[in-house]
């Protein structure tokens, strides 16, 4: 069946750092793809998503492209804060009548300052 | 507009007692989900309710669990005769439509943690 694998963490960077969580996913078809980030005590919050291959979704300075050669779409930060410490879950979704996400295990990323 | 609400936050059981999780989705919102995050894994999705309607439950477990979305209220996932195991963050999640990732992804609540002992 479908699945999303996320590097495991913890992974633990300075402020300002580059920061990359790589996320493959395997599917039958052409799936949309997403990033949550889930901050301590709360839900998850929509990051950023991309609908189809060569696509690229960025939001608050992460940036992931949808490659549909490497079956990928890694999160990237140019230069990451302490705010941005939180758990980051990959997820892919086919919309059609139930429109489920399918989750990575979550990355916890720790930004020290 | 209030957002995606979960209530209770931290919910306690014994053993063999009932477990119910409110949700009560955003305005407008008619499409529900239900996601279980068990401790050091991703959420796994459980069931998708539209009004008075269960869509998909193919990731509910067969015995002790249900789930409902009345025509009025919130929507209600109901554990029966808790076990340890259920011991886990219940999330859940609204969308306006059918093509709620597609438009812009589902909108989560804050979750219930449950703690069974």
């Known amino acids: 069946g479908d699945s999303v694998t996320q590097m495991e963490g913890p992974v633990t960077l300075s402020e300002e750092a580059f920061l990359t969580i790589n996320c493959t996913y395997t599917a039958t078809g052409y799936p949309s793809l997403f990033w949550y980030v889930q901050y301590p005590g709360e839900g998850l919050q929509l990051l950023l998503k991309?609908?189809?291959?060569?696509d690229k979704g960025s939001n608050k300075g992460f940036e992931a492209t949808y490659r549909k050669e490497t079956t990928s779409f890694h999160l990237e930060k140019g230069s990451v804060q302490v705010s941005d410490s939180a758990v980051y879950f990959c997820a892919s979704a086919y919309g059609g009548a139930t429109n489920k996400l399918i989750f990575g295990t979550g990355t916890l990323l720790a930004v020290q300052p | 507009n209030a957002g995606v609400m979960q209530n209770p936050r931290h919910l306690v059981r014994r053993r063999g007692q009932e477990a119910r999780l409110r949700c009560s989705p955003m305005k407008g919102h008619s499409h529900v989900y239900w996601y279980r995050q068990l401790p050091e894994e991703g959420l796994k999705f459980m069931v998708y309710l539209q009004k008075e309607n269960i869509i998909d439950e193919s990731g509910m477990p067969k015995e002790r669990f249900s789930a409902e979305f009345p025509k009025e209220g919130p929507s209600i996932l109901r554990i029966q005769q808790v076990v340890r195991g259920d011991s886990a963050a219940y999330f859940c999640?609204?969308?306006?439509?059918?093509?709620?990732?597609?438009?812009?992804?589902?909108?989560f609540g804050s979750g219930t943690r449950l703690t069974v002992v």
């Open positions: 999640a609204s969308s306006p439509s059918e093509a709620g990732t597609g438009l812009g992804g589902y909108t």
């Open positions: 991309a609908t189809k291959a060569d």
